[in-house]
T-cell receptor
């Protein structure tokens, strides 16, 4: 079946360093992927998305990479700041336009 | 201000009572979704609606019911049949094949 999972449940980085959060997906037919950020007690916030016809997409301080060969998605955050501390989810859209979420990675930024 | 509103933010109920969670959006989105999130977990889909007067069960629909009488509104009822209703409930809306926008969530506690 379809599934989206994350390799690391918790990632701790030094302020100013770059962060990389990884995600694996199992449905090779999926063609839309999204990264969300969720702060404690709040709803998820859209960060960046990518479609399967792209390998890379950049936003402000964030980059998403898609490797369709190994069904892997990553989120890179440049110059990580304390405000980046949150749980990050990747999500995969299925053929019914439903999102399938992974369990999330908690990013902790050390001052 | 465009967005999704959920009310109330915190809700307390006694076991055996039905409770309805509100979700309203003014984004003119056709699709709306309800998710449940347990502590330290990802999001699980309860129900979704792609158009007014139509909705489908998600992965964990048992013990829940919804209605979609208006495009803007997608209320969720947590019935007494739901065995473990205490959770954080998130509503989202989208244009299909684009990102879902999430509301701030309702934290339901049943004792």
């Amino acid at each position: 079946g379809e599934s989206v999972g994350l390799h690391l449940p918790t990632l701790s980085v030094q302020e100013g360093d770059n962060s990389i959060i990884n995600c694996a997906y199992s449905n090779s037919a999926s063609d839309y992927f999204i990264w969300y950020k969720q702060e404690s007690g709040k709803g998820p916030q859209f960060i960046i998305d990518i479609r399967s016809n792209m390998d890379k997409r950049q936003g402000q301080r964030v980059t998403v990479l898609l490797n369709k060969t190994v069904k892997h998605l990553s989120l890179q955050i440049a110059a990580t700041q304390p405000g980046d501390s949150a749980v990050y989810f990747c999500a995969e859209e299925d053929s019914s336009y439903k999102l399938i979420f992974g369990s999330g990675t908690r990013l902790l930024v050390r001052p | 201000d465009g967005g999704i509103t959920q009310s109330p933010k915190y809700l307390f109920r006694k076991e055996g009572q039905n409770v309805t969670l509100s979700c309203e959006q003014n984004l003119n989105h056709d699709a709306m979704y309800w998710y449940r999130q347990d502590p330290g977990q990802g999001l699980r889909l309860i129900y979704y609606s792609q158009i007014v007067n139509d909705f489908q069960k998600g992965d964990i629909a048992e013990g829940y019911s919804v209605s979609r009488e208006k495009k803007e509104s997608f209320p969720l009822t947590v019935t007494s049949a739901q065995k473990n209703p205490t959770a954080f409930y998130l509503c989202a809306s989208s244009t299909p094949a684009y990102e879902q926008y999430f509301g701030p969530g309702t934290r339901l506690t049943v004792t």
